[in-house]
């Protein structure tokens, strides 16, 4: 199996500099002009199912890229939560919290926010991971988020969550990670433009 998984086109939250988490913000205009620049790159690629974050940037995306398909909605690839700093703007957040927010994005741990960790992070990845491992499909589109995204890379190369904040996805690129029963999880492609 394949799995080719995609990150949202730029977001309001992305663009204004905004902790987005679980908020439902729509994609920009160069938000979906990347996802439509994305339709042209993959158009060669047949998916036998396709998955979605629940919220609405991610959504928006997988319309744009993969028109007319049916799509399963999965609140399992979320954006990491981050509590009560959603939709605040990152500068005023970092002002008013210090040092406890820059902890906090530096190893994705909101816990002191009300928001969930790294290793939550990581476990619902590792979940969504099981599940379609479970699946009889050669290729599988799913539309996430960055945060969900490393969440999968740690759960398919390292025993526990690495914060690494040098690790990076860009909006409307992709990553493939590959299953097979013998050999289980692993990864092909990060950051694909």
Known sequence: ???????????????????SGW??????????????ALQEKVKDLSFDLVF???????????????????????????EVDVGSLMEQGVDAATRQYGDQL???RRTRDFTFFGGENGEALRARAESFLQRVSRLDAQ?????????????????????????DPRVKHHNCAYSVFTYSPDQGWGLLKWNNE
């Open 23 to 36: 908020s439902q913000m729509p994609l920009t205009d160069q938000g979906r002009n990347q996802a439509l």
């Open 139 to 163: 290729q599988v589109a799913v539309f996430t988020h960055e945060g969900l995204m490393k969440g999968m890379l740690s759960a398919v190369l390292f025993p526990a969550w690495i914060p």
């Open 52 to 78: 979605s974050s629940d919220l609405r940037r991610a959504m928006q995306t997988t319309q744009l890229v993969l028109p007319g398909r049916e799509l399963t909605l999965d609140p399992d690839l979320r």
């Open 1 to 19: 199996m394949k799995l080719y998984v995609f990150r949202h086109g730029e977001s309001v939250g992305n663009q204004q500099r905004l902790f």
């Open 102 to 104: 820059l902890y906090s």
